[in-house]
């Protein structure tokens, strides 16, 4: 990781993440790729899904890291390895260290989801939290790596890496064999570089897409020599790369069709999409190709599409929030705030109203001591569920009908 990776594509080559496939059956899960019909209903594309959330560690990472780490000699097994992650590599590098023996330390910045290092942890890794970013968790890193003489394990700048994960490529396509897309995430490069690779030499007329987030736009900014910046918080942290691969960006430029940017609202609505209509949990980076077909429906629309669900390691609470966020944009849950006079029985006038409408009221919060508020009057903080959005309409319509003052509340003005 100290040296700069060479930059010639040719390192990476479809024979070699063959031979990847043999090196890890049976110590990596072959996910199922499987049509996902609701998905297909709700983006207007045949869509079929290859679940790595289903890995041991959650995350495809592993395939790679499996790859790279049975590549070193003994001398090199003995000294140990040291890799730098938030999250889905660092699982993936622990797992196998341990299953294979080797002594494995991973640096990681001390803003972590704790899910990722609680989990890093458990699989026998010593875990060294440094730095607010992952710039700042390399340069502490680099230092252990000199002063232990430890071996890197790069995310994703590897050959060793990149063929591990072109394995998924072969693996799709062997289950799915008429697919027209591939529609792939992208942080440093080492998957897509993986997949585009396997997947072009077995279906040449296969088109691969990229999926950035708008906020880190590296390998986009590579394939169409634009300046970009790559900062901000993003709810895909495990694609939130500034600084992408010298060897992947080579294999991206030589394989890859296109590179799309997503919004952080898209990425939401597919985290929740693979909730409520897949039933399975995607993290913001596993997400990221269903933004996309959400994103840009015509684009996508008829073609049978396979979307790759890189990882589903999300905070619970992260999770929680998005799907009340979610069902706040559809106008399933509706916040109000209601000036009303301050007089006996008038929560129960304004419950009954809603509830004759059919509304279902979750949470109340009545307020008498605000400054902005009347002597003689109360303020009314009600959420409550609705059918749809025309349906919360005339929930509200009918508590202004009977003369309530009646405001909308952005969710976060009630979630915080």
Not at 15 to 44: D, F, H, N
Not at 233 to 255: C, M, P, W
Not at 294 to 299: A, G, T, V
Not at 380 to 392: I, K, M
């Amino acid at each position: 990781m100290t040296e700069a990776a060479p930059v010639d594509p040719s390192r990476v080559t479809f024979e070699k993440i063959r031979e990847a496939a043999v090196l890890i059956k049976g110590a990596v899960l072959e996910t199922p790729c499987l049509p996902a019909p609701r998905l297909s209903q709700l983006t207007g594309a045949e869509v079929f899904v290859k679940y790595e959330n289903m890995q041991v560690t959650g995350a495809f990472k592993e395939r790679g890291a499996l790859v790279k780490l049975s590549s070193l000699d003994e001398d090199e097994k003995k000294r140990g390895v040291i890799a730098v992650s938030a999250g889905n590599h660092a699982q993936g590098v622990a797992y196998h260290a341990g299953r294979l023996g080797i002594p494995a330390t991973i640096v990681m910045p001390v803003l972590t989801p704790f899910v990722k290092i609680a989990a890093t942890r458990s699989y026998g890794a010593e875990v060294v939290l440094a730095g607010n970013t992952l710039a700042e968790a390399k340069a502490e890193a680099d230092r252990l790596a000199e002063k232990n003489n430890l071996v890197w394990v790069h995310p994703y700048d590897d050959a060793h890496v990149i063929h591990g994960q072109g394995t998924i490529g072969i693996e799709m396509l062997a289950s799915q064999p008429d697919l027209d897309v591939l529609v792939i995430p992208v942080g440093g490069g080492g998957l897509i570089a993986g997949i585009a690779t396997a997947a072009k030499a077995i279906k040449p007329s296969i088109e691969v897409i990229g999926v950035e987030t708008t906020l880190y736009p590296g390998m986009w900014g590579a394939l169409y020599g634009k300046e970009v910046r790559c900062e901000g918080a993003t709810i895909a942290e495990g694609i939130a790369v500034r600084d992408i691969g010298i060897l992947t960006t080579a294999v991206v430029k030589q394989t890859v069709d296109d590179i799309l940017l997503v919004s952080e609202s898209s990425i939401e609505q597919a985290i929740n999409a693979y909730l409520t209509l897949q039933r399975t949990i995607a993290e913001g980076a596993g997400a990221a190709g269903l933004a996309a077909l959400l994103s840009d429906r015509n684009r996508f629309a008829d073609k049978k599409v396979g979307l790759v669900l890189c990882g589903g390691n999300i905070d619970p609470r992260l999770l929680s929030k998005i799907v009340v966020r979610e069902l706040a944009r559809d106008g399933r849950l509706v916040s109000i705030r209601i000036d009303t006079p301050d007089r006996p029985g008038i929560l129960g006038e304004i419950a009954t109203t809603i509830g004759d409408m059919q509304g279902n009221v979750v949470d109340v919060e009545h307020h008498r001591l605000f400054l902005n508020v009347p002597a003689k009057g109360a303020t009314l903080d009600v959420t409550f569920e609705a059918f749809d959005r025309p349906h919360g309409e005339r929930i509200v319509a009918a508590l202004r009908a009977r003369e309530f003052v009646v405001r909308y509340l952005e969710i976060g003005e009630r979630m915080d």
